[in-house]
Antibody
Framework: EVQVLESGGGLVQPGGSLRLSCAASGFTFSSYAMTWVRQAPGKGLEWVSSIKSSGTNTYHADSVKGRFTISRDNSKNTLYLQMNGLTAEDTAVYYC???????????????WGQGTTVTVSS | QSALTQPASVSGSPGQSITISCTGTSSDVGGYIYVSWYQHHPGKAPKLMFYDVSDRPSGVSNRFSASKSGNTASLTISGLQAEDEADYYCTSYTSSDTLVFGGGTKLTVL
């Protein structure tokens, strides 16, 4: 079964750091770009970051640029999101998702995890 | 990175048809085929409904259809069913090499 499973969420103080992980299985992880999407309480879905299959190219939303870093370890079939300088506005459910095709990177996502919750509060 | 514009809510009775619009610019929706739609039931993982404007993944009911004209993409659901009640989001690739979501549309089946 093709699936992704997020972990690493939790409660963190403003200004703190957290690293999210996303374990992939059931597909050739190294062939697909991957994406993080978040949903703040009561808000819509927001694109956060994406990374190409090789890991050489990364893309970040302006809202997280300079604070968040997406990376991947293709030998471990795992995607990461390093989050630094967290603020209350980063409180959200964070979803990991696989893109639909090996030939695109900032495109549709066909496999999503259940999400991991990040709460930034003192 | 302004969000694509979707109506906040739409509603319809069972059996009816509804259309959700997603308006962007020539730098996103109007300029690329990478427009997709998602169905999201609260507390669950979003589900891909369409990619590349109108390609339907296997398993998605053919009661759903999607299209694009100029800077506006549209999702149509015919023969509304109670299970269709959910939030719907569009996304598009942008000329800035980013991805942008619509604000989301809450569909209520009356």
């Amino acid at each position: 079964e093709v699936q992704v499973l997020e972990s690493g969420g939790g409660l963190v103080q403003p200004g703190g750091s957290l690293r999210l992980s996303c374990a992939a299985s059931g597909f050739t992880f190294s062939s697909y770009a991957m994406t993080w999407v978040r949903q703040a309480p009561g808000k819509g879905l927001e694109w956060v970051s994406s990374i190409k299959s090789s890991g050489t190219n990364t893309y970040h939303a302006d809202s997280v640029k300079g604070r968040f870093t997406i990376s991947r370890d293709n030998s471990k079939n795992t995607l990461y999101l390093q989050m630094n300088g967290l603020t209350a506005e980063d409180t959200a459910v964070y979803y990991c998702a696989k893109v639909v095709s090996t030939t695109c990177y900032l495109c549709a996502m066909d496999v999503w995890g259940q999400g991991t919750t990040v709460t930034v509060s003192s | 990175q302004s969000a694509l514009t979707q109506p906040a809510s739409v509603s319809g009775s069972p059996g009816q048809s509804i259309t959700i619009s997603c308006t962007g610019t020539s730098s996103d929706v109007g300029g690329y085929i990478y427009v997709s739609w998602y169905q999201h039931h609260p507390g669950k993982a979003p589900k891909l409904m369409f990619y590349d404007v109108s390609d339907r993944p296997s398993g998605v009911s053919n009661r759903f259809s999607a299209s694009k004209s100029g800077n506006t993409a549209s999702l149509t659901i015919s023969g509304l069913q109670a299970e269709d009640e959910a939030d719907y989001y569009c996304t598009s690739y942008t000329s800035s090499d980013t991805l942008v979501f619509g604000g989301g549309t809450k569909l209520t089946v009356l």
